[in-house]
């Protein structure tokens, strides 16, 4: 889990809103305390995670325009405090803090401690305490009032009916219907609250035939969605990209779809592993970024460019675009990505008063040229396209995290990777950063374009996606602005003012 550790205390409310004399307003600090505290009062019995010595630590703090505040703690107990940088605590034992966007002005706290303390919660039901007047909601993992199915998906009693849905995955996966399951275990790897839980599945299996008993291991990987049409969706788009890519005789480019438990809204897929150590997956956001390296006989040490996993970046993306996957609903067009940038423009102006003229500026212009795009055709996209979604397993690269899949034109996909390719050293402007982004960006387009081309892509729409993708690109990167300026702790004006020169680049590149 992403740990955010630079802080701000709230500092002195808006006018209007002056608490009273002695009463100080809530700093991030203070809410895991707070949050015991309600829990404490409001659930009985008690879970087994809030002992008295019991302390939370924060692990994630999040912020998105009209959804409020989201952080997440650790419970441990004070002598665990050695292992609170693990990313996964274990067991995980979650604490989720939620505060509506009512409840914050800017990047403060309106409520006060004794506001949270004196006013009696108004529902307090597995594991979840909700206090609507106030804004604030805190609950003990698996409890989550939006994704109702994670406590069945995380439950593994031999007893329980998901270990039917694990043994047919694992038969799909292992192509024999012999295996059974004698023991499992889960173990969530990432949760957005409300929203998605990432769940892997160790099992343990055995099968039984004249030659005697043969056991082994196996982990698949869920993911628990909270709304089980959507699973079902995704599922049957993964099941047919897996299958064209098979058809076709070339290596398939997301993991093995085994299944989908339609009514905890949970889909089922392998685990992109190796037997060999020297060939363990690697993450996308592990290989597509600079590595000092000095050659033989170099004496100047250089920024690496991964020139073969860029090229089999292309070659996947490609191949989803090229699929013909038919996909359900209205195409996801320039007009709605005008209309967040336009949105993410007005954020970063609130937030940040310095670059408010010249990102509204740049907005208008994006958006008008947008508009005004009119691609060949909408294909199979992904629709998050960038590093931290992709797995490599040697020269292999897998595309996960299906959830946005969807018709567009393939220059959106495009210009979101290049957008997150960019190392965040630019936003510094470090030196060599440029040219690093500069040679990885050509290597992708260059592999992307020869890639369609082979595919059947004429020369015109493979030029006309590049360019189109400048703008898209644009686009993103004021997602990528507006992450940093509602930050809690700084709006980070230099770093925005680099991104948004960035956008500008961009759209000059377009013309």
């Known amino acids: 889990m992403r740990v955010v550790s630079s802080l701000k205390e709230p500092g002195p409310a808006p006018a209007g809103a002056t608490p ?20 404490r009062a409001a659930l009985q019995p008690l879970p087994a995670c809030m002992a008295d010595d019991t302390e939370l630590f924060i692990r994630y703090v999040h912020r998105k325009p009209e959804r409020g505040l989201t952080v997440i703690c650790a419970a441990g107990a004070p002598r665990e405090r050695a292992a609170q940088g693990s990313a996964r605590p274990a067991p995980p034992r979650w604490i989720t803090i939620s505060i509506d966007e009512g409840a914050l002005e800017g990047a403060r706290i309106r409520l006060s401690a004794q506001d949270i303390q004196q006013v009696r919660p108004e529902g307090a039901v597995a594991g979840c305490v909700a206090t609507p007047s106030l804004g604030f909601a805190v609950q003990d993992f698996p409890s989550d009032r939006r994704l109702s199915s994670l406590g069945a998906s995380l439950s593994t009693d031999l007893q329980d009916p998901l270990i039917g849905q694990l043994e ?48 082994r291991e196996l982990s698949i990987f869920g993911k628990v969605h909270g709304d089980p049409q959507r699973a079902l969706a995704i599922h049957a788009a993964a099941e047919q990209l897996y299958a064209a890519h ?5 290596h398939p480019i997301i993991p093995r779809p085994l299944g989908v438990a339609e009514t905890l809204g949970l889909t089922l897929s392998e685990a992109i592993s190796s037997d060999t150590p020297e060939e363990a997956p690697r993450t996308g956001l592990e290989v597509l970024r600079p590595r000092l390296r000095r050659g033989v006989d170099e004496p100047v040490v250089r920024l690496d460019i991964p020139a073969g996993e860029l090229c089999a970046v292309a070659l996947a993306l490609a191949g989803l675009h090229t699929s013909g996957v038919s996909l359900p609903g209205p195409p996801r067009t320039a007009a709605k990505e005008a209309l967040r940038a336009a949105e993410r423009a007005a954020l970063i102006a609130t937030h940040c008063p310095l670059v408010a003229d010249s990102a509204r500026r740049l907005a208008r212009e994006l958006a008008s040229r947008l508009h005004a795009l009119r691609p060949e055709a909408y294909a199979p996209a992904h629709g998050g396209f960038k590093p931290s979604q992709l797995l490599f397993l040697g020269e292999r690269v897998f595309i996960v995290d299906l959830d946005g899949l969807c018709r567009a034109d393939p220059a959106l996909d495009v210009g979101y990777f290049l957008a997150y390719l960019r190392p965040s050293g630019l936003w510094y402007r470090r030196p060599a950063m440029r040219g690093w982004f500069a040679g990885a960006a050509a290597t992708f387009l260059t592999a992307y374009r020869q890639a369609i081309i082979r595919r059947g892509i004429d020369d015109s729409t493979s030029y006309g996606i590049r360019k189109r993708a400048r703008l898209y690109e644009a686009a993103t990167l004021f997602k990528i602005a507006a992450r940093r300026a509602h930050r809690l702790n700084s709006p980070r004006p230099a770093e925005l003012e680099a991104i948004l020169g960035e956008i500008r680049a961009c759209m000059h590149d377009a013309h």
């Open 20 to 39: 009273p004399a002695g009463v100080r307003r809530v700093g991030i600090e203070a809410l895991p305390a707070l949050a015991l505290r309600v829990l």
């Open 168 to 215: 047919l995955a694992a038969r799909a996966c292992l192509l024999d219907p012999a295996w059974h399951i004698r023991r499992a275990r889960a173990e969530p790897v990432r949760y957005k609250p409300g929203s998605r839980c990432v769940i892997r599945y160790e099992l343990g299996l055995e099968k039984r035939s004249v030659n005697g008993v043969f056991r």
């Open 246 to 250: 098979r058809h076709d005789g070339s």
